[in-house]
């Protein structure tokens, strides 16, 4: 018998033989008109005058110092527990000069700006409704509240979600700001969404697919969710993975193709997932909601009598 030839080399997975094509994102907007919007969204919250603007910021700064500076934040803090310090998120200009610098700078501005130029979403938000999943110190509430939708924010670390309370009412945005868990069930919130906006969020979380599949439930049909990832640099349908042993809390970063196919198996068609490489190498998505929808495949699934939308 001849003798059984071993290799150390993983085989590729024979079985994922399904071509998929999703739609590649192209600019639907013009980067001058896009700036213009933007700027209009983020000047309704600066203040009338210079000194409450300045008053604004050190009402920020007082009441939600930083416990590591901004500019070191990821390597200063990321090896520590998420909920063990906290430092401001997004930069927050209350006009007139008056900034509060944030970890992660204007990402914000940028990231919206993209979805806005590629026709992720509209630029006039009026009448919609948005929920904004992990907003953080609340960078984005202002900018999506700015474009006229009536924003609901989920925010896990609770000082966090209390600097976007804050904040909220020191502008004047009426945004509902909620601290917990998006796995924890929210029958409420089903079908309530014409917007469901996570941006840096989903390689936070050790059950992706299933996170998917709870902010697809909150859609309303014909409503859209909007992803913004890091990214894995593999080819094919696969995932990076760090976990705990790596600066940053992150869990599965995917590619391109395999967050194309998570959206599908949360219950997106393949023809209605827009995707984008983001020139940082991150990934940007938009999938819209036909229709209430059962899972495509239960067995192995995280809690599979949730999230159905209907029996089956």
């Known amino acids: 018998m001849p003798k059984e030839i071993r290799s150390n080399v993983v085989p590729r997975d024979n079985r994922q033989k399904t071509a998929v094509s999703f739609v590649e994102a192209t600019p639907v907007l013009s980067a001058e008109h896009v700036i213009d919007t933007m700027d209009r969204s983020l ?6 005058d210079k000194a409450e603007a300045e008053r604004r910021a050190a009402v920020i700064a007082q009441e939600f110092p930083d416990e590591y ?30 900034v509060r610098g944030g970890a992660m700078g204007q990402r914000h501005i940028e990231i919206i700006s993209e979805c806005l130029e590629g026709g992720f979403f509209p630029a006039d938000l009026s009448g919609a409704k948005v929920l904004d999943v992990g907003c953080w110190s609340g960078g984005d509430i202002l900018a999506l509240s700015g474009l006229g939708g009536k924003v609901t924010a989920i925010e896990e670390h609770p000082k966090s979600a209390a600097s976007a309370r804050r904040l909220c ?5 009426e945004a509902e700001i909620n601290v917990g868990s998006v796995y924890k069930d929210r029958q409420d919130w089903v079908q309530q969404f014409d917007l469901v906006y996570a941006s840096g969020v989903i390689y936070h979380v050790t059950d992706p697919l299933l996170f ?14 909007v992803l913004e990832t890091k990214a894995s640099p593999q080819e094919d349908s696969s995932c990076g993975y760090s976990g705990t042993l790596d600066l940053g809390w992150n869990w599965f970063a995917p590619t391109r ?3 194309g ?10 023809e209605d997932v827009k995707l984008k490489v983001r020139t940082n190498g991150r990934l940007l998505s938009a999938a819209t909601k036909r229709a209430a929808k059962a899972l495509p495949e239960t067995a192995g699934f995280s809690r599979p009598d949730s999230w159905l939308e209907g029996k089956v």
């Open 169 to 173: 009412e020191l502008v004047g945005c």
């Open 257 to 259: 193709e395999a967050l």
């Open 212 to 225: 998917i599949r709870i902010l697809f439930a909150y859609l309303k049909p014909g409503g859209t969710l």
């Open 261 to 270: 196919r998570w959206l599908v198996d949360a219950g997106f068609e393949p």
């Open 43 to 48: 000047a309704r919250w600066h203040a009338q």
């Open 69 to 98: 500076n901004p500019d070191v934040y990821w390597n200063a803090a990321a090896n520590h527990s998420f909920r063990d310090f906290f430092s401001w998120g997004h930069d927050q200009d209350f006009g007139f000069g008056a």
